[in-house]
């Protein structure tokens, strides 16, 4: 088995992204890819595409926050994407009062910003008496009020988005919530799987339960005897049936631990399909 693709790996130059210079999920691929160029694009759909096509080799791809829940674009372009999960990293996310030299928190009048990141940011906005105006994106954001050059305007966007479009900040880690969290994943094009027996792995799969009665109960019974502890299970529909029902499970293990071997065989008898979405090292944080 090969290794996780990191930083500097030979061959991987390009890391593709969604958001405009200066978002968050920028920053994640400056602090673990530094020696890449991070490419950004205007929708999840475009850095999927930018992968499958073979111009760019590895995607950064946020999937879930600690307040916000799921990013539910994902969840359908990831199980009908042909890319898999080779890493995660975690970011705690901090939001900033930005806007253009010169301006003041006493010459602000509106607050630029995604519609979460407003509303993650209700106190300060209470505060100061803004209106909230929504954007695209939090980076894209400080890109206007950037362009604007106005004074009344300003924008809660992450800290690198200040120092790409040259506003200063006005008021640091503006967000209600001292643990808003998003994990990333990272996806490529080839199945790279961490090897077993070399610290803590995450295995990440897709299945569909057979239309029987209570077929997902005896599909995970296999994991509580086998002591394989489930991390996530989510649900969502295919199709537009409500009777066609897929669901996104990650376990703690390895497929080649015995355990976890053996869990995923007995989910397979009861499932019409099992898909592999990436075996890969845990991030530190999830013990946080």
Not at 158 to 182: C, F, K, M, S, W
């Amino acid at each position: 088995m090969t290794s996780t693709p990191s930083a500097g790996t030979a061959g991987a130059r390009r890391i593709a992204y969604q958001g405009e210079p200066g978002a968050n999920s920028h920053t994640v691929c400056l602090q673990h890819y530094p020696d890449w160029e991070a490419v950004p694009c205007a929708s999840f759909e475009d850095v999927f595409a930018l992968v499958e096509n073979g111009d760019a080799e590895l995607a950064m791809i946020p999937i879930d926050n600690s307040i916000a829940g799921r990013v539910s674009d994902i969840h359908h372009f990831l199980p009908a994407s042909r890319l898999h999960i080779v890493a995660e990293h975690f970011l705690r996310i901090r939001f900033m009062l930005m806007a253009v030299p010169g301006a003041s928190l006493e010459t602000l009048e509106t607050v630029h910003s995604h519609v979460h990141a407003l509303g993650q940011c209700r106190k300060v906005i209470r505060e100061l008496g803004l209106s909230p105006v929504i954007s695209g994106d939090t980076a894209g954001a400080a890109r206007e009020v950037a362009e604007a050059g106005d004074v009344t305007m300003g924008a809660i966007s992450p800290p690198l988005a200040a120092e790409t479009y040259g506003l200063q900040i006005l008021r640091e880690d503006v967000e209600d919530e001292e643990h808003n969290t998003t994990r990333f994943v990272v996806l490529s094009r080839d199945l790279v799987e961490a090897p077993p027996g070399n610290g803590p792995v995450v295995t990440s799969f897709i299945f569909s339960v057979r239309n029987l009665p209570a077929a997902l109960y005896k599909a995970l019974g296999g994991f509580a005897t086998n002591g394989v502890n489930m991390t996530k299970l989510e649900s969502y529909m295919v199709g537009g049936h409500f009777s066609a029902t897929q669901f996104l499970a990650e376990v703690d293990g390895h497929p080649a631990d015995l355990p976890v071997r053996r869990a995923l065989e007995e989910l397979r008898f009861f499932t019409t399909d099992v898909k592999i979405l990436g075996v890969y090292p845990a991030a530190p944080e999830r013990e946080e």
